[in-house]
Structure formats: structure tokens, C-alpha cells
């Protein structure tokens, strides 16, 4: 037998690359990990360990990348990095969707540059090789060179694929197998609202001085709703409280809840629509919540009132009152469609304590801003909640970076922050074994 | 034989999704056949002359009056126009009575249209109506005026219509124009009347409902006694009645018709349902000053249209099928600046090859053509066809055979080129105007030369050109 031949692409990877003693260091980090409290503090401030993050996780599982509104047509393209990787995923001829690095093979600029656009052929702007959309070099000016070949230097491809009109990304080589799963429980719930007919109407784009694990914590919880104002007029605020956890001051929308989510179970019934809640944050590798609940007021949508915020249905949906089918995917991404828009969030990891958040309102496509939907009222309850959420995840993140930060227990409330958690760390651990 | 009949199982039509009314595509369109068609697209009130040719008795003291245009031109309109017609009810010489009335016919059966007059006793108008106008009578109609009309395009048609006696007339004429077209909608149609043999058109509806399984139509007795038999519905408009026909009445348009107190009572429980107050169109029958004052208004305007469109049609007959008046914008909310098309979602499939798109960058490239004047330019080169190169101000010659590139870069347009092979598109500019033969390799996309660009590297001319360059 011959010795073993490191695959080319395994060059520079962080577990076979970390010295013997760094690795046990972290490997005994996720094993002494105290259950029910939040993570020690290197998880959230260690250059190392989000490294270990790039690889185990966004190395390792699908990722959301965008959606079809972003790039309905044959050439458009969006950029999207995570971490060290920047990946460049385009819509086909074919209708589907090539992932490449964006990464050129000659001295390795950026090939893409821009966030989002529409090309042909991709040309890389330092020296101009020229890739097509699948990522073969075709062009590379080369005078005197007798021996260069093209064929060697397409660009490297990723997996890609489209769930719903929601397109997801996977870098490893193998991606894993338990995702067709993951996506035939969602795609009931998503398919009646259409992503294909719709388009944005608003993309924000914040940067929260946070690890991304932060991120989605807070996300898990309602604990904080306190701190949402503009969001507790639609969203009920006794989210993820249970019968018997109810303090007093929210036992009057708790019975407001209850009988607004019996009218949604009566209307999704009449409708056909799935509503069960499905929650699989920690019992499956593409770990998954979703579920369609009541809003408050009309139950219409995210506004003060409970009101449409856009006039067109999605879809072929029939009912604006159709509360919110919401959606946790794991690892860095959330969802709220509505009957009358659709809000998606990513989050892009920058470094262990930056995260790009990426927030994107979709419409019908053919509702018409100023006579549909007005712009402002549309995206007024999120705007104001992501900036609330970016300031609840930059104390815990100045928090963690304190010697004086140790870990405190999730409340029952935060079950699901605890499933997130348990969820990473059986994922990195799988990975390091 | 009818019982064996209701048990075959019939299976549902495969239609196309949404609603589009016919003419919907025809006025987008500048291709010639297409112009022709445009007779049939509703995007103006015309006054003209107009004949009875049937009259067809309704039960409910209705009459129906079927007019075809002297022209021989059809009538073009959308389900729930009204027209206004002059009755000489005092005589030919007399200052005849102005009546409007909405036009119970479907726009989608053009060549005649019907009005549905409903007799009341005291009235100066309508008995007159019902006595003198006979097949053979020509009247002096304006129309079709209104903005209370289905759209011209819906791809979710989901429609709650209401019609409370006669008001079931613009109704009538949606009911048929949906059931004369193919594709996806779902009808609810709440008819209410006084007496059971109050409702016009209930035969039509009834085998309407039968054979269309996208429109239902339900009825409701008002508040009189009921014969035993009836098995429709009974009592006023009520909450629960709306819940009760359509329990997503939130999620549909809701289109209705009929005396004041019906509409106001209307207005307030399709609130309370949940329907939004921009779902909900409304054609009053009878009215208050403040909406008497309005549909005046509405007449008033639709008779300036069509006295401005008679001066342009006197001045030039051609130019008159070219452009939409300016008034058009005012009259018809539907079609913004962008166009009704785009703003629907089942956007046209014919473009002007000849007037390109603004291109990517916001230029209006088509708008600009004429502006510097090319023929002051310094022609260079030697060759059959002449490249105009605008933001360079220069001519420059070509042969039918070479690369458009090489020739525009030695005379020092400014274009980058890298590979040279359509492939980098690098060199990608726009044209203006002529044509060229383009041999590229994934350099451009099949939108960007719809939107007028090229490559130059590798494309000829093969007539004369200007280039934004
Ligand atoms: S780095 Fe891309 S062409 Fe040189
Ligand atoms: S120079 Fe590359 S496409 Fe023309
Ligand atoms: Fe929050």
C-alpha cells in the first residue's frame, strides 16, 4: 500500500494543520461544556475557535445563501462570504443555481467584486482570465507560454441548490445527506407563498459587533421581547412561554394568543396549509424549527395594527389573515412569511466578534411600491427590532470579553437557545472525532 | 338520464393562472396586425351614435337593449363601465335627458353591447326607455366611462361580487367576462333581491354557476316573505352572511352595486371581515349630493377626453393610433408611468426592436439618438458602412466584413477590449440604432442585447450604425 495522498483541497485546513496540543485544548473546551449555560468565553472571543467554526460548521453544512428574488435570471449572481470564504453563486441557463469560490486560480483575487450584479462570462478584473458561468477558465492571454493549460485552472465549485426558492450552499466535498430531509419538511410550509413571484423590495445589510453564535442565540428567545416595542404590537410577546409560564402582566395576551392561534389552525385547515409546529433544533444534523403562529390584531402581518403592509397576496395564497409561518434553520438563518411579504435573515460570520446580518424584504413582484406597499411602514417593525437585537448582541459580546464574564444559566423560556447550543457542539465534535 | 348525467365525474379544466383581459396585450403592442386590434383596447370615452338592434324583456321589470355602433366599430370597454346616453325622452328637437347606465355585456363579445334598464314608475327616464326604444332606434351614446371595472390583468383573480337588485347589471357584465375567458379565478357572487322573481339574469347565472366551476353565485331575499320553496339565502347583508359565502373575503377584490344604504351597509361589514378599504369598489346606483357631484365629475372629464381625441383624430387619423393621449394617465389610474403590464406581472411579450430599452446604467439610450448631430462629425476610414460614434464624435467607415472593434479603436473611440473573442465582455457597448452580426461566446447576455448592447470584437455591421461610444 501506497502512503496516503492529502487531497489538494485539504491543504491549509485547521484540524489536521492545528498543533496536537491546540486541538485537545479545544476539543476539551466543547466536551467540558457545562449544559444549560451559556458558552465559556473563548467560543464567543477566540480567533482559533471561530476558525474551528468556519470549518466544522460553514466548512461542514448547507448555508443559507439568498433567495430566487435575488437572482431570478439566467447571469445574476450574488457574492456571499463566510468567514475566510467568499463564494460566488449564479443563476444558470438551466434554471439552476453554480456555486463557485470566488476565488481567481491565477494570483487569486476576488474575481466578483460587487454584492450582487448580472454577468456572462466572469472576468477577473486584476489580469482578466476569463471563467465561464460553470467556472472553466476560457481565456487567459498568454504569450510565450507553451505549456500552460487552461483545463487546470477552472475555478473551484461548491454545491448548491434551491429549496423553495430559498438557495442554499454547501462547501465540503460531501455535503451531508440529512438535508433532503430537513427540506421536505419545510417546503410544504413555504411553497404556497411563492418565492418564485416575488422580488425585493428592501435589503439591509448591518454589521453587529457580535459572533455569529450570539447572533443566533438571540434569536432563539423571547425572553428580551421586552426590548422589541415596535414588534410587540403583531408579534405576541409570550413567545416560546408555555401554559404555566405565563407571569401576570402577559395572562391577557396569553388568552389573546390562544384564541387568535385556534382562528389560524381553523383558517390553515380550510386552506390545506401546514401549521404543526416542527421542532428539530438539536435531534437532526440540519437542525430545523418551523411552524406557522397568530400575530396580534388583524394577524395580517408585521405592522402596528396587524395590518397587510403590501396588498398582493403571495402566491396563490387565499387569505390575508394568515398570521406567520416562521422558520429557524440552522446554522445562520431565519424566516417570516406572511401572506402579504416575506422577511429573510442570514447571517454572514466576518470574525469571531463580527457577523454580517442580512435582512431582506420580499413583495409579490408585481406589487408596485407607493401603491402596494409603502417602503417605510414595510420595513419599520425590523428595522427598529434588528437594531435592538444588534445592541442586546453587542453587550454579550463586550460581555464575554471581560475577565470577569462567566457563564449563566438559559431559563426554561431559552430551551431553544440551549438546543441551538447543544446543536453546535455536537456538530463541531463530530467533526473533531 | 339526468340522474346518470350529475354522477359522471367531469374533470377540472387545466387553465392558465390568472385573469387577462383580451385586449390586454394588443395595447402594448406596435406591431402592425396588432394596431388593427387596438379598436378593441378600452383606453378612452368616445362619443358616438349607436342603434338598437334587440330588445330582450327581464324579470324583475328589467329590459335589456342590445346596441351595435353605426361605425361598425366595437365597443370597447371593461366589465362594469357605465355609458352615458341621450334619451330624446321630449321629442327629436328638445334638449334630450342625459341617463348613465353600466353595460350589462361582456367587452369580450365587442361587436354589440347590452344596457339593462330597470323600470321605475316615477321616473322620467326609464318608462320612456321601456316604451319607445324599440331595434332601429340610434341614440347618442359617450363612453365607456368609469372606474369601477375589473382589471386588465390579475394573476390572482379572487373576486367577492355583490349586487343588490339593480346593481346586478356592471356585476352581470363581470360574471360574463370572467366566464368568457380561460384562466385561473375564483368567484363569489352575493345577489340580493326583493322578490323571488326579482332576479334578472338568474337563468344565465344559474347555468353559468353550473358549467364554470370558478363562479359561484349565491342569493339572498332580502328582508321580504319568502315563498316556501326558496332555498336561497335570506335577510339583509350580514357578517355573517359574507363569512358564510367567503370565508377569505379578506383576500379578495370585492366589487359591488346597488342603492346607497346596501353599499354603506357593504362598506362597514366588509371592514369588520377584514377587507381592506383598497379591495373594496363601489358603484353607487342612487346617491347623495356628494356622490351625484362625483360621477359629474367623472362624466364631465370622460367628455373631455373624448372631444380631444375627436380634434386629434380630425387632425391625423394616424397619429391618433400611435400614442395614447396625455388625459389617458388622468382617467385611467391603472396604467401608471411604467406601464399597467409590468405593474401586473404578466408583462408583454412584443418590444419595438427598433426603440432599444434604457440601458443598465440609466441612460435613456433610445431617447437620445437625435441629439448631437453626426453628420457634423469628421468621417475617417474608408468602407461601405458608416459607425457613428456619438459621445466620441466621430464617423467612422467600415466594410460589411470586419470587426466592428479594431477600426473604432484605431480612429480613438475609447472602448476596453481584452480577449477579443466575446468572451470577457470587456468591450460591450450600446447601439443606437442599425444592426450588426454578433459571433460571441458567452461574453453578453441574451438580455443585455434585447436591451440594445453588443460586442464589437466580434460583430460586423450590417447597415449603417450609431453607437453610444
Ligand atoms: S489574479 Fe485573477 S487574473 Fe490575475
Ligand atoms: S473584448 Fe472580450 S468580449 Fe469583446
Ligand atoms: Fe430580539
Not at chain 1, 494570483?107 to 460553470?134: D, F, I, K, M
Not at chain 1, 422580488?199 to 422589541?228: F, P, S, T
Not at chain 2, 385561473?184 to 354557476?209: C, M, R, S, T
Not at chain 2, 443606437?432 to 460571441?440: A, Q, R
Request: with cysteine; charged share 25%.
Amino acid at each position: 500500500m501506497s502512503a496516503p495522498v492529502l487531497p489538494l483541497n485539504s491543504r491549509g485546513k485547521l484540524a489536521s494543520s492545528l498543533p496536537a496540543e491546540q486541538l485537545a485544548e479545544i476539543s476539551a473546551l466543547f466536551e467540558f461544556r457545562r449544559k444549560g449555560y451559556s458558552l465559556d468565553a473563548p467560543f464567543y472571543t477566540d480567533a482559533t475557535i471561530f476558525k474551528m467554526d468556519m470549518e466544522a460548521i460553514f466548512g461542514q453544512h448547507w448555508i443559507f445563501a439568498g433567495s430566487v428574488a435575488e437572482l431570478p435570471e439566467p447571469g445574476d449572481y450574488i457574492t456571499v462570504d463566510y468567514g475566510p470564504y467568499s463564494l460566488i453563486v449564479l443563476r444558470n441557463d438551466d434554471g439552476g443555481v453554480n456555486v463557485l469560490h470566488n476565488v481567481c486560480r491565477h494570483r487569486g483575487a476576488r474575481v466578483l467584486t460587487e454584492a450582487a450584479g448580472a454577468t456572462g462570462n466572469l472576468v477577473c478584473g486584476y489580469h482578466s482570465w476569463t471563467y465561464s458561468p460553470e467556472g472553466n477558465l476560457i481565456h487567459a492571454s498568454a504569450p510565450g507560454e507553451a505549456k500552460f493549460d487552461k483545463n487546470c485552472f477552472a475555478l473551484k465549485r461548491a454545491h448548491g441548490r434551491e429549496v423553495a426558492g430559498l438557495i442554499f450552499v454547501c462547501i465540503a466535498d460531501e455535503p451531508p445527506t440529512d438535508f433532503d430531509e430537513t427540506s421536505r419538511i419545510f417546503e410544504p410550509y413555504l411553497a404556497p407563498h411563492d418565492l418564485s413571484k416575488t422580488k425585493i423590495a428592501y435589503q439591509q445589510n448591518i454589521i453587529e459587533e457580535g459572533n455569529w453564535k450570539l447572533v443566533m442565540e438571540n434569536n432563539r428567545e423571547c425572553y428580551h421581547c421586552d426590548g422589541h416595542p415596535e414588534l410587540a404590537c403583531s408579534l405576541f410577546p409570550t413567545w416560546g412561554l408555555t401554559e404555566g409560564l405565563i407571569p401576570a402582566h402577559l395572562e391577557e395576551v396569553w388568552d389573546r394568543n390562544k384564541e387568535a392561534q385556534s382562528s389560524l389552525e381553523e383558517r390553515c385547515r380550510r386552506y390545506g396549509l401546514p401549521y404543526e409546529v416542527v421542532e428539530e433544533l438539536d435531534t437532526r444534523i440540519a437542525g430545523i424549527r418551523i411552524s406557522r403562529e397568530s400575530l396580534d390584531g388583524e394577524g395580517e402581518s408585521f405592522s402596528a395594527d396587524g395590518r397587510r403592509l403590501s396588498k398582493k397576496l403571495l402566491g396563490d395564497l387565499p387569505d390575508f389573515r394568515l398570521g406567520r409561518c416562521s422558520m429557524h434553520l440552522q446554522p445562520n438563518s431565519w424566516f417570516h412569511f406572511q401572506s402579504d411579504h416575506v422577511i429573510t435573515f442570514g447571517v454572514f460570520p466576518i470574525n469571531e466578534h463580527q457577523s454580517l446580518v442580512r435582512t431582506t424584504w420580499l413583495v409579490a413582484d408585481d406589487a408596485v411600491e407607493g401603491v402596494d406597499y409603502d417602503l417605510e411602514k414595510l420595513t419599520y417593525t425590523w428595522k427598529q427590532t434588528n437594531l435592538q437585537d444588534k445592541a442586546f448582541v453587542e453587550l454579550c459580546q463586550t460581555g464575554a470579553g471581560s475577565p470577569a464574564y462567566e457563564p449563566g444559566p438559559y431559563m426554561k423560556s431559552e430551551y431553544q437557545v440551549e438546543a441551538f447550543i447543544n446543536w453546535y457542539v455536537q456538530r463541531v465534535q463530530e467533526h473533531l472525532a | 338520464m339526468t340522474e346518470l348525467l350529475t354522477e359522471t365525474i367531469v374533470q377540472e379544466p387545466h387553465r392558465i393562472r390568472g385573469l387577462e383581459m383580451p385586449w390586454n396585450r394588443v395595447m402594448g403592442s406596435t406591431e402592425g396586425p396588432a394596431s388593427a386590434a387596438r379598436a378593441l383596447g378600452p383606453w378612452h370615452p368616445q362619443e358616438f351614435m349607436a342603434e338598437c338592434v334587440e330588445i330582450v324583456p327581464e324579470v324583475g321589470g328589467m329590459m335589456t337593449f342590445v346596441f351595435r355602433r353605426c361605425d361598425g366599430a366595437p365597443l370597447a370597454f371593461r366589465a362594469g363601465q357605465y355609458v352615458n346616453v341621450a334619451f330624446p325622452v321630449n321629442g327629436e328637437d328638445q334638449d334630450p335627458a342625459d341617463r348613465s347606465y353600466s353595460l350589462s355585456s361582456a367587452p369580450t363579445k365587442p361587436w354589440t353591447f347590452d344596457i339593462t334598464v330597470k323600470r321605475d314608475p316615477t321616473g322620467l327616464v326609464s318608462p320612456w326607455v321601456h316604451q319607445n326604444i324599440k331595434p332601429g332606434t340610434v341614440l347618442e351614446m359617450l363612453g365607456p366611462v368609469g372606474a369601477f371595472h375589473l382589471p386588465d390583468a390579475d394573476r390572482r383573480a379572487r373576486y367577492l361580487l355583490l349586487a343588490a337588485g339593480a346593481g346586478i347589471t356592471p356585476i352581470m357584465s363581470m360574471v360574463r367576462t370572467i366566464h368568457s375567458l380561460p384562466g385561473q379565478a375564483d368567484v363569489v357572487v352575493l345577489y340580493h333581491g326583493a322578490a323571488d322573481e326579482g332576479f334578472a339574469f338568474n337563468k344565465e347565472l344559474a347555468y353559468i354557476a353550473s358549467v364554470d366551476s370558478r363562479i359561484r353565485v349565491f342569493y339572498s331575499l332580502g328582508d321580504r316573505a319568502k315563498p316556501a320553496d326558496w332555498e336561497g339565502l335570506s335577510g339583509r347583508l350580514t357578517a355573517a352572511m359574507l363569512n358564510e359565502v367567503a370565508p377569505d373575503a379578506n383576500g379578495r377584490q370585492v366589487y359591488a352595486c346597488g342603492p346607497e344604504g346596501y353599499l354603506n351597509t357593504a362598506t362597514e361589514l366588509l371592514g369588520n371581515v377584514g377587507v381592506d378599504d383598497t379591495s373594496i369598489h363601489m358603484e353607487f346606483f342612487t346617491g347623495d349630493r356628494q356622490t351625484i357631484l362625483e360621477y359629474q365629475a367623472e362624466l364631465a372629464l370622460a367628455v373631455d377626453i373624448a372631444e380631444e381625441i375627436a380634434e386629434e383624430i380630425a387632425d391625423s387619423a394616424e397619429d391618433y393610433y400611435e400614442g395614447q393621449p396625455a388625459a389617458f394617465g388622468l382617467y385611467e389610474p391603472g396604467y401608471d408611468a411604467e406601464g399597467t403590464l409590468q405593474a401586473t406581472g404578466m408583462p408583454l411579450e412584443t418590444v419595438d426592436p427598433d426603440a432599444p430599452e434604457a440601458s443598465d446604467d440609466g441612460s435613456d439610450a433610445g431617447a437620445e439618438v437625435s441629439t448631437p448631430d453626426a453628420s457634423s462629425f469628421e468621417t475617417v476610414g474608408t468602407g461601405s458602412l458608416t459607425l457613428s460614434f456619438m459621445r466620441t464624435g466621430i464617423n467612422v467607415r467600415v466594410d460589411p466584413t470586419e470587426h466592428i472593434l479594431g477600426p473604432a479603436q484605431r480612429a480613438g473611440v475609447r472602448i476596453g477590449a481584452n480577449c477579443k473573442e466575446g468572451m470577457c465582455g470587456s468591450c460591450k457597448v450600446v447601439k443606437l440604432s442599425g444592426e450588426v452580426e454578433m459571433n460571441h461566446q458567452g461574453g453578453i447576455r441574451a438580455r443585455e442585447i434585447d436591451a440594445g448592447k453588443f460586442l464589437p470584437c466580434c460583430s460586423t455591421a450590417r447597415t449603417d450604425m450609431v453607437i453610444d461610444a
